[in-house]
């Protein structure tokens, strides 16, 4: 496994392996790697020749007061999990090396990204794309893994791809969760023993919407209120939102196409996302 830490050096290894008839996968990070990012690796180990993983914690898509200085870091042990899963590059920038002194150019979102999370994190997703469409540059992979559990985000890189050309195929896999239904996430270490127990409510909450589902019920005001009645003990719901899976619009009563129930609550000071699909088969 090689690490790497410039474009240049990156671009010289990747050219090699395409120069040999290689397919190269990419699995963009910001480190702290755990079992959900490590699912991306083996997927990417699975459909492609030579895995990337980047690990960079990128500052443009953090809000003033977010968590950007105190993000969890562990590149040593990234780099060991890297190693014994078989990856073959680590990409690992600076911030310079990614953000160039008068850097100037962004890659601005649509209509993607003003629900949800857009509507409580500005830029967020103007930074998240900026930055997904340079290592997309940057690395120049065939395919890229994603997590659903980041439903929006996998939403706008997908709409990004496909409106600028890119040719990368974007692959998004189910969230990984923990035995009790957590969705993993970097930020669940934020979590004291006593938030820890509470934060599965969420994932109940969105488990008992999904059953009511499959169970037959279309008005999407139930659904919602169903998975309301799990969330009494949130200490703040941002939002809890039944959205059309493609347009990321409210979803319209009867359902009649595929949904997603999408979550953002706090547990203790602790920001915790999370999303089931509600899928329908058009005939």
Known sequence: ????????????????????????????????????????????????????????????????????????????????????????????????????????TCVESG????PLCGGFRPGHFRGVATVVCKLFNMVQPDAAFFGQKDFQQCAVVRRMTRDLNLPVEVVTLPTVREPDGLAMSSRNR?????????????????????????????????????????LQTVDRLQYLELVDSETLKPAESPLRRSSALCVAAYIGSTRLIDNVTMELIVS
Do not use: W
């Open 1 to 104: 496994m090689k690490t790497i830490t410039s474009v240049a050096a990156l671009r010289q290894v990747v050219s090699l392996a395409r120069t040999a008839g290689k397919r190269v996968g990419l699995v963009p990070t910001m480190g702290y790697l755990h079992d959900g990012h490590m699912a991306l690796v083996e997927a990417s180990r699975k459909q492609c020749d030579v895995t990337v993983v980047s690990i960079f914690v990128n500052p443009t898509q953090f809000g003033a007061n977010e968590d950007l200085n105190t993000y969890p870091r562990d590149f040593p042990s990234d780099e060991r999990l890297c190693r014994d899963a078989g990856v073959a590059i680590v990409f690992a920038p600076d911030n310079k090396e990614v953000y160039p002194e008068g850097f100037d």
């Open 111 to 114: 209509e993607l990204a003003k």
């Open 190 to 230: 934020y979590l004291s023993e006593q938030d820890r127990r509470r934060a599965v409510t969420i994932s109940r909450a969105l488990f008992a919407a999904q059953d009511e589902f499959r169970s037959g019920t279309r008005d999407v005001q139930k659904l919602i209120a169903v998975a309301e009645l799990h």
